[in-house]
């Protein structure tokens, strides 16, 4: 028995622009919390800064609205204190890829227990639609009339070379799909990574629904290895394949391999006490 | 240099093992009963340039160097000229390396100083003894115990306890080679230091020696910190060392992060969550975490960060002191919040104040930097006992909404619970129900909301301590490890008071005020350029400091610093 997916809702509409894919992202994002029966006071999300970091007053669970690049370190800050909670990250492609890839690669190599949702609609769309490194390279972009000089790279790319627990690539406009995809994510024990092509008639205007209807296929069995899962991943001007991309379940997770903490019951929210700390002082000499 | 202490510097190449034998000779003559207290300078690089370990020892407690040295006991010919200058007038230079050969100048300061010259073949006697060429370092040790007068047998305790992991035959072979460098024909009578050494205490107490960052990483395991997120940075990084190393016994959780960025928000993050984490850095470091500290202040999200001070801007001299980020930490951070700034200036300050910074980071839910310096950090103090530990206070309390205005500013904050209402911390200005708002009305009820808060944390911090004479007419104004120089000249006699501030941001200024109106004469002496204490005092005042004096050569305030000044 699902939980009602208004018990999610704020008592605030959004404010994207009409069509834009954060609304079936969002809507997504709740769906498959509910579907997996984790309650609004389980749940703990870090929003970016960016158009889908305004949905972070739109959503009733527990979440922090920080700052630009940051979502997935303070998730992992989030998700360390407390294992029980379960944790996503939310943030852009410019977020993710420009100001924030560091974390992006740290996060997966470290495999903490966490979900990084990453709305790719292939610009800074909060800032009026500049350039991000998803952008095409031949389209000009604000303050770029002739277009980014730099090349296109892409994320999957990135991603797979930090050998990742769980890669997926969703679409905002296959609700039942992407709802299928984050819930596996959450599942998946280890930092998934679910890259979400989404639609952005104000800045991205060619890619419309059709233009990616005719471009998605589903890919229905994740890779067997690394190789096989960049050429799944790779998109060209025909194709962009989404379902699970990469799995490697044999990855442990960052708390696992602390040597200190890996047997242990209790989580860090539950230890702030005083500690006597006479044992340790008398090993000074 | 004062009459209640002697100075031994030990100077060499770097990487050549001079601060295990800095460690050797400091653990050795508190063993005897001595307070030492132990102070490094040596360059940003692993291998080559000159280093040195200066032990000042004293019947009393002490906690600054000197700037002269009695000993001077050279290990590479490359070091004499770099510290040959430091010695006192009639003091000791033992080097062990025939190749030095000193310039005429340095020939006739010799001489006019009455330096003592003593050459000793450290290598060979250490050979001879059965021991192995790198035991030479024990010899010239032993020969300055037996300079020193002191019994053999206290040098050979802490040998075997240091090397006890080494093996039995290594050990017998450094004691061979301490007896080697004990007994030499090479000393003479009028080599004998007893004359200058200060009598022992009279009573002997069972004293420690530490580090100020181990005092701030023991304050932070009884406090209940329970996760360390760094980035190396001298010289914060031993706080990472000690946690690291003590981490099954604690069971904190320890994370080097990608970067300062990183470290910092993991932070947040913990925090946020309701555990206690820390975070510790220097100049640059800290540059890259104060959008970080905004964002804190904002979300009204408790966290604490140790600002381990070096002197210059960029890089600057990596591994030498100073407090020139006063100023940083206190304007640190875009935009308008409220924040603390606590400073350390010794064990007891560093033990105390970080237990402090984070009962003061929660119950207020601010960003709190407590600043510490290198002079602090890595150098080594004598330590009875460390004070009671502060009962943590964590100001959790249950209500309807996460930014609820009230009188004293600070809302309601509970830790993130299955069973109790969700809430949402946003660095966007909000509303009490954390919805982002762009209200006029509401940005400034959220803004007077917050910064209520400073004055809530103000009326309930100390004012500065007073030490000294109270009716001395000079009183000296600091913060930090100027306090050691300050008070280590207090004990010889010096007739002055020193006003001295823990608590530098809120800041508190009825006593300095009282000073100022009772016609004193007041000098603010600090360990940077610009007087950056002085800069607070004066805008949370308005008295303007006449006199300063001003050390930013990379070196900390020495006793004598202090006793040249003209009172």
Redesign the interface.
């Known amino acids: 028995m699902a939980i009602d997916i208004n018990e999610y809702n704020s008592n605030l509409k959004p404010t994207w622009c009409p069509g834009c894919g954060n609304f079936l992202i969002h809507m997504s994002l709740k769906k498959a919390l509910s579907e997996l029966d984790i309650t609004p006071s389980q749940t703990y999300i870090a929003f970016d800064i960016g158009c889908n970091g305004n949905g972070a007053d739109k959503i009733n669970t527990y979440a922090f609205k920080g700052l630009h690049g940051r979502a997935i370190p303070l998730a992992a800050g989030l998700h360390l204190a407390n294992r029980k909670f379960t944790v996503i990250a939310d943030l852009g492609d410019g977020a993710c890829f420009h100001e924030g890839l560091d974390h992006l690669i740290h996060a997966i190599r470290s495999n903490y227990d966490i979900t990084i949702l990453i709305h790719n609609n292939q610009n800074f769309a909060l800032t009026t639609g500049q350039a991000t490194l998803t952008t095409d390279e031949e389209k000009p972009m604000y303050g770029l009339p002739d277009s980014k000089p730099e090349r296109t790279l892409e994320p999957s790319e990135i991603i797979l070379s930090a050998n990742p627990s769980f890669y997926a690539r969703g679409y905002s406009g296959d609700m039942q799909q992407l709802t299928e995809l984050i819930k596996a994510g959450i599942q998946n024990k280890g930092c998934s990574v679910i890259e979400i092509m989404q639609l952005c008639p104000t800045y991205n205007e060619e890619c419309t629904p059709q233009w990616f209807m005719q471009r998605i296929h589903k890919v229905e069995d994740s890779a067997k290895t690394l190789e096989e899962a960049r050429k799944i991943g790779t998109i060209t001007n025909e194709n962009i394949n989404t379902g699970i991309i990469y799995r490697n379940t044999e990855l442990k997770t960052y708390y696992e391999l602390q040597e200190n903490r890996k047997d242990s019951q209790s989580e860090l929210v539950d230890e702030v006490n005083q500690y006597d700390i006479q044992k340790l002082f008398d090993q000074f000499k | 240099m004062p009459t209640n202490r002697y100075c031994i510097k030990l100077g060499g190449e770097s990487g050549q093992g001079i601060n295990t034998l800095g460690i050797l000779l400091s653990?050795a003559i508190k063993s005897i009963g001595y307070n030492i207290f132990s102070y490094r300078e040596y360059p940003s690089l692993i291998k080559g340039g000159v280093a040195s370990y200066q032990i000042d020892f004293s019947n009393q407690y002490i906690a600054s160097s000197s700037k002269n040295c009695n000993i001077l006991t050279i290990l590479d010919p490359e070091a004499v000229h770099e510290y040959l200058h430091s010695l006192n007038p009639r003091g000791i230079l033992l080097y062990d390396d025939s190749k030095v050969e000193f310039t005429p100048e340095e020939q006739a300061w010799i001489t006019q100083n009455q330096i003592h010259v003593i050459y000793l073949d450290s290598e060979k006697m250490a050979v001879e003894a059965g021991g192995s060429p790198i035991m030479a370092n024990i010899v010239m040790t032993s020969f300055l115990w037996k300079l020193l007068e002191f019994n053999p047998d206290d040098l050979a305790n802490i040998v075997k306890?240091i090397f006890a992991s080494k093996g039995e035959e290594i050990i017998n072979k450094n004691i061979l080679c301490l007896n080697a460098g004990y007994n030499t024909a090479e000393f003479k009578d009028e080599y004998s230091q007893r004359a200058y050494i200060p009598t022992l205490p009279t009573e002997k107490k069972e004293n420690?020696?530490?580090t100020g960052n181990?005092a701030i990483a023991?304050g932070a395991?009884?406090?209940?910190v329970?996760?360390y997120?760094g980035y190396p940075m001298t010289p914060a990084t031993s706080i990472f060392k000690y946690l690291g190393n003590?981490?099954?016994?604690?069971?904190?959780?320890i994370?080097q992060?990608?970067?300062e960025?990183?470290a910092v928000?993991?932070?947040?993050?913990?925090?946020?969550?309701?555990?206690?984490?820390l975070t510790a850095t220097s100049g640059g470091g800290f540059d890259l975490m104060q959008?970080?500290i905004s964002?804190a202040g904002i979300?009204e999200?408790p966290l604490v960060i140790v600002l381990a001070q070096r002197i210059g801007a960029g890089t600057g001299v990596p591994t030498w002191t100073g407090s020139s980020d006063i100023h940083t930490a206190v304007k640190s951070g875009h935009g308008e919040f409220p924040k603390a700034v606590l400073c350390v200036s010794d064990i007891q300050s560093g033990y105390i104040l970080i237990q402090q910074a984070f009962n003061i980071a929660e119950t207020y839910q601010i960003p709190v930097i407590l600043l510490t310096e290198k002079q602090i950090a890595e150098s080594l103090f004598t330590v009875e006992t460390?004070p009671q530990?502060l009962?943590?206070q964590?100001g959790m309390y249950d209500g309807e909404n996460r930014y609820s205005r009230t009188d004293n500013g600070i809302s309601p904050r509970w830790?993130?619970?299955?069973?109790?209402?969700?809430?949402?911390?946003?660095?966007?200005e909000?509303n009490e129900i954390?919805?982002?708002t762009e209200n006029g009305e509401e940005i400034k009820a959220m803004s007077d909301k917050r910064m209520k808060k400073m004055d809530t944390l103000l009326s309930n911090l100390p004012e500065p301590t007073i030490y000294g004479n109270p009716e001395a007419q000079t009183v000296l104004v600091g913060c930090g490890s100027t306090k050691n120089a300050i008070l280590d000249a207090i004990a010889t006699g010096m007739n002055i008071s020193y006003l001295h501030y823990d608590y530098l941001y809120p800041t508190k200024t009825q006593t300095l005020l009282n000073l100022v109106s009772s016609g004193k004469r007041i000098i603010l002496v600090e360990n940077n350029q610009t007087g950056e204490l002085g800069k607070i005092l004066t805008e949370a005042s308005g008295y303007q400091f006449e006199e300063k004096i001003l050390k930013y050569d990379g070196r900390p305030f020495f006793v004598e610093d202090i006793l040249n000044i003209q009172i």
């Open positions: 653990r306890e420690k020696i530490l181990d023991l395991i009884s406090a209940g329970r996760a997120y003590t981490y099954k016994e604690t069971g904190i959780l994370k992060a990608e970067s960025i990183t928000q993991m932070a947040m993050g913990s925090m946020a969550m309701g555990t206690r984490a959008e970080t964002c979300t999200t460390l530990p009962q943590i964590r830790v993130p619970d299955f069973n109790k209402k969700p809430y949402l911390n946003t660095s966007d909000h954390s919805q982002s």
